[in-house]
Nanobody, 119 residues
Framework: QVQLVESGGGLVQPGGSLRLSCAAS????????MAWYRQAPGKERDLVAA???????NYANSVKGRFTISGDNAKKTVHLQMNSLKPEDTAIYYC?????????????WGQGTQVTVSS
């Protein structure tokens, strides 16, 4: 049973920084893709940033230049460095991981970690 455990959320003032981490366990296979999504109250869950096993990254336009995703596929971890945080970044942040095993896509989600940006 694959589990994703997030850490690093919390309360931060506008302009501050936070670093989220996600560690995966329970799988003998590496992940093809790991990502961070977020969901604000009353809104849909949206992609924030993703990284592939080839270290290709992509970001939501709203976080480009402020957030950086990094990962270690061997260790099955992914991090999200968030700088210059804004109140609109407030949301629950979810870790996501995907594996393609002999043509079957397996997707996993963490339980989420709250990020609140407020003065």
């Amino acid at each position: 049973q694959v589990q994703l455990v997030e850490s690093g959320g919390g309360l931060v003032q506008p302009g501050g920084s936070l670093r989220l981490s996600c560690a995966a366990s329970g799988s003998m296979f590496s992940f093809n893709k790991m990502a961070w999504y977020r969901q604000a109250p009353g809104k849909e869950r949206d992609l924030v940033a993703a990284i592939t096993s080839d270290d290709v990254t992509n970001y939501a336009n709203s976080v480009k230049g402020r957030f950086t995703i990094s990962g270690d596929n061997a260790k099955k971890t992914v991090h999200l460095q968030m700088n210059s945080l804004k109140p609109e970044d407030t949301a629950i942040y979810y870790c996501y991981a995907a594996q393609n095993i002999v043509g079957v896509l397996y997707q996993y989600w963490g339980q989420g970690t709250q990020v609140t940006v407020s003065s």
